[in-house]
């Protein structure tokens, strides 16, 4: 009787150079975009610093606490009568400042809208455009989705999974080099192309679970179109639904009172944004009220609280699904705007350390060992 022998286990060696191939490759594909993103993002991270240094920021006056709030009805007023005819599409409170964020356009239309800050304590106007300086804002752009729209935003989402399994394999074939150089040894003595070997592996290492950090929160980022798209065509349309037989509003409830509600069913939580009837977030006939908890993280977390914009009666409320808690986290993991300045500092420096990286590995497959004679490798002389 013929026994079958099982096949024989994969050398290491070719293993090994299967997944250098593949650290070589994803690396060398992303590479590009990701330096791109990285020089891009390095002023990003300072992004308020930037702008207000270029007066582009608030600069709101110190008050006793606790201050007094503005009525929202009357700041509302207030910013259409500056738009006659148009129609409020978002109110937004600023989380660090006590600033609100009006946001008009005419009606069935988000084009030709115009943005007002008011100061929230006072209900005075502050401000009419955007905040955000010019520069700033191309490079935010540029970062997000390369002045391409959507498929721009999908194709940096691809680049950083590419990024993500680079990194990886970098693991994979580092792991055998360590049997040989110490971790951290840059030799010196050696040629350009070693001590640049050495110098690609340590940042590689020392940079490597921020890497993969920015890297997957930037692809959550990129995401965020489908990812709330997603949202609005799921949870917040279930939300609407029971009232899809009815008409749009006809007269508006107090908005203070929809917040006012809101709070009731978020105890704990404070405004994070109203979207008004008409737009995509709160259908035809409600006020969608979005509270926030208070803390580094949580107030990323949002809760929509559904209010019937003609009778102010509270509608519905639902958490937030996990998949874009998950998104919204990501922004301030990714630029590293939760703790202050030092961690922006540590951001930048990880940053600089990623463009070394990358530049390396470019210069190391240049510097690559060329095939010998008759196609057989040829001497490594570094």
Same mark, same amino acid.
């Given at each position: 009787?013929?026994?079958?022998?099982?096949?024989?286990?994969?050398?290491?060696?070719?293993?090994?150079?299967? !997944?250098?191939?593949?650290?070589?490759?994803?690396?060398?594909?992303?590479?590009?975009?990701?330096?791109?993103?990285?020089?891009?993002?390095?002023?990003?991270?300072?992004?308020?610093?930037?702008?207000?240094?270029?007066?582009?920021?608030?600069?709101?006056?110190?008050?006793?606490?606790?201050?007094?709030? @503005?009525?929202?009805?009357?700041?509302?007023?207030?910013?259409?009568?500056?738009?006659?005819?148009?129609?409020?599409?978002?109110?937004?409170?600023?989380?660090?400042?006590?600033?609100?964020?009006?946001?008009?356009?005419?009606?069935?239309?988000?084009?030709?809208?115009?943005?007002?800050?008011?100061?929230?304590?006072?209900?005075?106007?502050?401000?009419?455009?955007?905040?955000?300086?010019?520069?700033?804002?191309?490079?935010?752009?540029?970062?997000?989705?390369?002045?391409?729209?959507?498929?721009?935003?999908?194709?940096?989402?691809?680049?950083?999974?590419?990024?993500? /399994?680079?990194?990886?394999?970098?693991?994979?074939?580092?792991?055998?080099?360590?049997?040989?150089?110490?971790?951290?040894?840059?030799?010196?003595?050696?040629?350009?192309?070693?001590?640049?070997?050495?110098?690609?592996?340590?940042?590689?290492?020392?940079?490597?679970? !921020?890497?993969?950090?920015?890297?997957?929160?930037?692809?959550?980022?990129?995401?965020?179109?489908?990812?709330?798209?997603?949202?609005?065509?799921?949870?917040?349309?279930?939300?609407?639904?029971? !009232?899809?037989?009815?008409?749009?509003?006809? /007269?508006?409830?107090?908005?203070?009172?929809?917040? @006012?509600?809101?709070?009731?069913?978020?105890?704990?939580?404070?405004?994070?944004?109203?979207?008004?009837?008409?737009?995509?977030?709160?259908?035809?006939?409600?006020?969608?009220?979005?509270?926030?908890?208070?803390?580094?993280?949580?107030?990323?977390?949002?809760?929509?609280?559904? /209010?019937?914009?003609?009778?102010?009666?509270?509608?519905?409320?639902?958490?937030?699904?996990?998949?874009? @808690?998950?998104?919204?986290?990501?922004?301030?993991?990714?630029?590293?705007?939760?703790?202050?300045?030092?961690?922006?500092?540590?951001?930048?420096?990880?940053?600089?350390?990623?463009?070394? /990286?990358?530049?390396?590995?470019?210069?190391? !497959?240049?510097?690559?060992?060329?095939?010998?004679?008759?196609?057989?490798?040829?001497?490594?002389?570094?």
């Amino acid at each position: 009787m013929r026994v079958l022998s099982s096949p024989a286990p994969v050398r290491p060696a070719r293993r090994l150079a299967a !997944w250098y191939g593949v650290h070589r490759w994803s690396s060398l594909i992303c590479t590009l975009f990701l330096l791109m993103l990285c020089l891009t993002g390095l002023p990003l991270i300072f992004g308020h610093e930037i702008d207000h240094a270029l007066g582009a920021d608030l600069d709101l006056p110190a008050m006793a606490e606790p201050a007094p709030r @503005a009525p929202l009805d009357g700041i509302l007023a207030d910013a259409l009568s500056r738009r006659p005819g148009a129609q409020v599409r978002f109110l937004t409170a600023d989380d660090e400042e006590p600033a609100l964020f009006v946001s008009v356009s005419p009606p069935g239309t988000a084009a030709g809208g115009a943005l007002f800050t008011y100061d929230a304590r006072t209900g005075e106007l502050v401000h009419e455009g955007s905040l955000r300086s010019n520069l700033m804002r191309l490079l935010a752009k540029l970062h997000t989705d390369m002045f391409a729209g959507l498929p721009g935003s999908l194709i940096l989402a691809a680049m950083g999974v590419l990024f993500a /399994v680079s990194i990886v394999s970098g693991v994979v074939v580092y792991a055998p080099i360590l049997a040989k150089v110490p971790f951290g040894k840059v030799r010196l003595g050696r040629s350009a192309r070693i001590k640049w070997l050495d110098l690609h592996n340590l940042l590689g290492m020392l940079a490597l679970v !921020w890497m993969l950090l920015v890297g997957l929160t930037g692809v959550l980022l990129a995401l965020s179109k489908p990812v709330y798209g997603l949202w609005q065509a799921t949870e917040l349309a279930a939300m609407t639904q029971p !009232w899809s037989g009815q008409g749009p509003a006809r /007269v508006l409830a107090s908005v203070d009172q929809a917040v @006012a509600l809101a709070r009731a069913e978020a105890p704990g939580k404070e405004l994070a944004f109203v979207a008004f009837p008409g737009t995509p977030l709160a259908g035809p006939r409600h006020y969608a009220v979005f509270m926030r908890g208070e803390g580094m993280f949580v107030s990323r977390l949002i809760t929509p609280v559904l /209010v019937d914009a003609e009778t102010g009666a509270f509608a519905a409320k639902r958490d937030m699904p996990a998949y874009v @808690a998950a998104l919204r986290i990501s922004g301030p993991l990714h630029y590293g705007d939760f703790a202050g300045l030092g961690l922006k500092l540590a951001w930048a420096a990880f940053t600089l350390a990623t463009i070394v /990286v990358l530049g390396s590995g470019v210069y190391l !497959w240049l510097r690559r060992p060329r095939p010998g004679v008759n196609g057989q490798p040829g001497a490594d002389r570094d």
